[in-house]
């Protein structure tokens, strides 16, 4: 069986007090076939094939800090309304989690932005069916206490209306985004946010490469010119057509710059799920 990657963030341990420096927050838990879990210090980690992003220009970008007693972990996540962010469940699949703080309107994440807003919570929803070593039904929602300030840095990202669920968006180019890794060989995330245009396949062109993993409730990019997403990256968005068609879940174990596919939760499969788990209302 092939090995695959959870997109997602090792822990790096802070003092007493909580850490502003979120580049701090260094991926990649690595999860085998066989649900054997390595920790996978500094492998595979950050947007790769990208670039910097404009300052400000993914809107709907969120990140998403992980507090531990005596650890913090990163991930990302989009905004789909004012109280609700969407991320991936193995983000959040942790019995020693705390709490979060949520990020928004952010474009360097170590540095003090006034267009930063920070959120702390502890209040989510992973998906009651989400199984991590069948990586299925990788999808949370996360719950602000303190709602969004929307404004000309922060925004929602549509989602798909019931009328895209018979849609494979095969073919359209989508936006990847995050602040992990952008290389095999450094050893903490970005600081600043990064994205990289890719396009969406086929799932049966994916399943060549990621395995049975690759199920209908899965939406995959391709890797050609070594673009994709690493660990760092977990529950951020795909965006394709102005909607979020995806959230970043899984890689092969390879690597992030082999060249190999990425997957995605496929937000069509999961309409009803978000609806009833959130306050969006969905057309």
Not at 105 to 114: D, L
Not at 228 to 234: L, N
Request: hydrophobic fraction near 40%.
């Amino acid at each position: 069986m092939k090995e695959i990657v959870l997109i997602f963030v090792t822990f790096s341990l802070v003092t007493a007090h909580v850490t502003r420096d979120w580049s701090k927050s260094i991926p990649a838990r690595k999860i085998h076939p066989t649900g054997h879990r390595q920790l996978a210090f500094s492998e595979s980690t950050r947007i790769v094939g990208g670039n910097e992003a404009p300052r400000n220009s993914l809107r709907y970008q969120v990140g998403v800090r992980l507090l531990y007693n005596g650890a913090t972990s990163f991930c990302g996540a989009s905004l789909i309304s004012r109280r609700y962010v969407l991320t991936a469940a193995h983000c959040l699949a942790d019995d020693d989690l705390v709490s979060l703080e949520v990020l928004l309107g952010a474009h360097n994440i170590s540095a003090t932005e006034s267009t930063q807003q920070r959120i702390p919570t502890t209040t989510f929803k992973i998906h009651e069916k989400y199984n991590r070593q069948e990586i299925a039904n990788d999808l949370a929602t996360v719950y602000l206490p303190t709602p969004a300030n929307l404004n000309s840095n922060v925004q929602l990202i549509a989602l798909p209306s019931r009328a895209d669920v018979s849609n494979s968006f095969v073919g359209s180019q989508a936006v990847a985004s995050g602040w992990g890794y952008n290389s095999q060989s450094v050893t903490v995330i970005s600081d600043v946010l990064r994205y990289v245009n890719v396009p969406i396949i086929a799932n049966n062109v994916c399943r060549d490469s990621l395995g049975s993993y690759v199920t209908n409730s899965i939406i995959c990019t391709g890797g050609a010119g070594r673009k994709g997403v690493c660990p760092g990256d977990s529950g951020g968005p795909l965006v394709a057509s102005g909607k979020l068609v995806g959230v970043t879940s899984f890689a092969s174990g390879s690597g992030c710059e082999a060249g190999n596919p990425s997957a995605y939760s496929r937000v069509t499969a999961y309409l009803d799920w978000i609806a009833a788990n959130s306050d969006v209302v969905i057309s």
